[in-house]
């Protein structure tokens, strides 16, 4: 699906937020029909104008808690509710120019029940950096 | 290709035929039920359209009784909603003078990227959900059959709809904790689930031999699918999906090659993202070609329905499934629960009512049902 509306404006910013950018982060919902363990996210993938980030400047953040993505495997009693935006925090030093960005991101999960692994649901959206 | 279409068992036949007789006595007091799973409303819910009050009310408006929900979609905080939530929870159901039909559960095995779950460690979450769904008034479980390897490996075609030794551990396990909370774990039958197998002959066979009135089905329609939803098939070409493409891939379930050797055969054609994903997940949609009549053994022990719909024509007829051929298979077996109309087309805020509608009233026509009660 699209899901341009997995992707929200509030939350779109650089961090931090005062004093030198050194990432900027953006918001997701899930393009999931449920909530699912936080141990089910298999990753996420950031691209911003064509560039796209290494996993590993990639950190999540949910109920609060940041992980990087390689540590949702080790989780067990986390749970990314189902209307809950994520947060993705993506460590570039300066962040983002502000200004109109095209962001695309995409969402992998282990469902244990699809015949492929693993499921991926991808966003697209213009996004507007005010700061 | 010729499928191999094994036939109940006339050992299993004969255990269960005194039950089916009192069930289609009481079917002429009976009529099924009719709700909504408020699955069916995932756009608008999710985008902040419709709050679930507004899809309750909606179902109401509609004159459909039951409610279905999804614990990991539709309950807040879960699995632990607060007391206030719950409360709420009834005073809708009071409200709109609606009822908890059923409570839909997973199990996800593959909870760890290294291992699948135990049995025992399966049992533990739904326990979870066992709790929650008594909470809040559920006496029908939405099931999943527990996605474990299939004990024969060429029925991994229909996985995971399929006879496996760790699923059905599953179920004898859950079984004392679902008859303490008065619960029945209805699994549901989804495509591409073949009505006549040996997973359902081992299924029946348990009911036979437990007698339990706790462990039984949820079928869902889209096992009489007879051709892919087009909603589907037009999202997959704005998304660059090649008709040919398309096209070979319909053949291809359609001569039952299955889906790894449709993925192989579009990789051979160099298909791209779009097409190959389509070659592995088709057949979910029109794969299952059973034949209405062989739900009749299953109907004494189905205790919910999925009323599957992806696109409700003017005619007031759901464009892939025949419906007019499986509604009197379903009076005919005295069906006593409700069906649950479970929209899974657009996605986009204010689709989904219109299409239940529809829906709802095929149904009212097909039952000769009056008030949905």
């Given at each position: 699906m699209s899901g341009d509306h997995n992707i929200l404006e509030k939350g779109f910013k650089n961090v931090?937020?005062?004093?030198?950018?050194?990432?900027?982060?953006?918001?997701?919902?899930?393009?999931?029909?449920?909530?699912?363990?936080a141990n089910l996210i298999e990753g996420f993938e950031v691209t911003v104008d064509g560039t796209t980030f290494q996993r590993n400047q990639i950190r999540l953040t949910i109920g609060g808690h940041t992980y990087a993505l390689d540590k949702l495997a080790d989780l067990k009693h986390v749970r990314w509710q189902w209307l809950e935006p994520a947060i993705l925090t993506v460590h570039t030093p300066g962040g983002l120019t502000p200004g109109l960005h095209d962001v695309r991101v995409t969402e992998l999960l282990r469902i244990?029940?699809?015949?492929?692994q693993p499921s991926v649901y991808s966003f697209r959206r213009r996004l507007t950096l005010v700061k | 290709m010729a499928r191999k279409k094994p036939s109940t068992s006339k050992r299993v036949k004969a255990a269960l035929s005194h039950r089916s007789r009192s069930r289609r006595l009481s079917a002429a007091r009976s009529a099924t039920k009719l709700g909504v799973t408020l699955y069916s409303y995932g756009g608008d819910l999710h985008q902040g359209f419709m709050s679930l009050e507004d899809c309750i009310a909606d179902v109401a408006d509609m004159g459909g009784v039951g409610i279905e929900i999804?614990?990991?979609?539709?309950?807040?905080?879960y699995p632990n909603p607060s007391a206030r939530w719950v409360?709420?929870?009834?005073?809708?159901?009071?409200?709109?003078?609606?009822?908890?039909?059923?409570y839909d559960l997973f199990v996800d095995t593959m909870f760890y990227k290294k291992r699948l779950l135990t049995v025992d460690e399966a049992v533990e979450y739904l326990l979870l959900d066992f709790k929650?769904?008594?909470?809040l008034g559920f006496k029908v479980l939405r099931q999943q059959w527990a996605p474990y390897p299939a004990d024969n490996p060429a029925d991994q075609m229909w996985a995971p709809?399929?006879?496996?030794?760790?699923?059905?551990?599953?179920?004898?396990?859950?079984?004392?904790?679902?008859?303490?909370?008065?619960?029945?774990?209805?699994v549901e039958l989804h495509s591409p689930?073949?009505?006549?197998?040996?997973?359902?002959?081992?299924?029946?066979?348990f009911i036979a031999k437990t007698k339990t009135k706790h462990f039984g089905f949820t079928p869902d329609m889209s096992i009489f699918t007879r051709r892919p939803p087009r909603h589907r098939e037009a999202q997959l070409f704005r998304a660059g999906a090649r008709p040919e493409i398309i096209s070979y891939i319909r053949k291809a379930y359609q001569n039952h090659l299955g889906p790894e050797k449709t993925v192989?055969?579009?990789?051979?054609?160099?298909?791209?993202?779009?097409?190959?994903?389509?070659?592995?997940?088709?057949g979910v949609y029109h794969f299952s070609d059973n034949d209405p009549k062989d739900l009749l053994p299953l109907l004494p022990y189905s205790y919910h329905i999925h009323g599957k719909l992806w696109e409700m024509t003017d005619d007031l007829r759901e464009y892939s499934i025949a419906y007019e051929e499986v509604v009197p298979v379903l009076k005919e077996g005295g069906f006593q629960g409700y069906i649950s109309s479970e929209y899974e087309g657009s996605r986009v805020p204010g689709d989904a009512s219109e299409q239940i509608r529809r829906h709802q009233l095929m149904l009212r026509r097909l039952l000769g049902v009056r008030n949905g009660r």
């Open positions: 931090p937020a005062n004093g030198r950018a050194t990432g900027f982060q953006l918001a997701v919902k899930t393009g999931y029909y449920r909530g699912v363990y244990s029940y699809m015949p492929v | 999804l614990g990991e979609s539709h309950v807040p905080d409360k709420q929870w009834f005073g809708w159901m009071e409200k709109y003078h609606t009822k908890p039909s059923a929650l769904a008594h909470r709809y399929v006879k496996s030794t760790p699923a059905m551990e599953v179920i004898e396990k859950a079984l004392p904790y679902a008859e303490r909370y008065d619960l029945k774990m209805a689930t073949q009505l006549q197998s040996p997973w359902m002959d081992s299924c029946l066979e192989a055969e579009v990789t051979r054609m160099k298909g791209n993202a779009q097409e190959l994903r389509w070659a592995s997940i088709a």
